[in-house]
Nanobody, 116 residues
Framework: QVQLVESGGGLVQAGGSLRLSCAAS????????MGWYRQAPGKQRELVAV???????NYADSAKGRFTISRDNAKNTVYLQMNSLKPEDTAVYYC??????????WGQGTQVTVSS
């Protein structure tokens, strides 16, 4: 099984930046994509950004131009650089990892709060 541990969340003022990290461990072979989702209070969990092992990326429209997903394969870690943060970015951010088969894996989440 794959374990995912997020870090880097916190409180930041609007316009500021945060970098989230997701460290994967366990049976991490054949992971084909990792990504970030978020869930704000009262809302559905939504895709923020994904990155495949082939280097393809997808971003939510709200994240384009402000967020960047990247990875360090040697460290089994995926990052989400978040710039120009807005209060509406406030949510719990969850790391996700998947293979081309089986169920995806989820981290416990890290809280991001953006103040006005």
């Amino acid at each position: 099984q794959v374990q995912l541990v997020e870090s880097g969340g916190g409180l930041v003022q609007a316009g500021g930046s945060l970098r989230l990290s997701c460290a994967a461990s366990g049976s991490i072979f054949s992971i084909s994509a990792m990504g970030w989702y978020r869930q704000a209070p009262g809302k559905q969990r939504e895709l923020v950004a994904v990155l495949t092992t082939g280097g393809n990326t997808n971003y939510a429209d709200s994240a384009k131009g402000r967020f960047t997903i990247s990875r360090d394969n040697a460290k089994n870690t995926v990052y989400l650089q978040m710039n120009s943060l807005k209060p509406e970015d406030t949510a719990v951010y969850y790391c996700n990892a998947r293979r081309n088969w089986g169920a995806p894996y989820w981290g416990q989440g890290t809280q991001v709060t953006v103040s006005s």
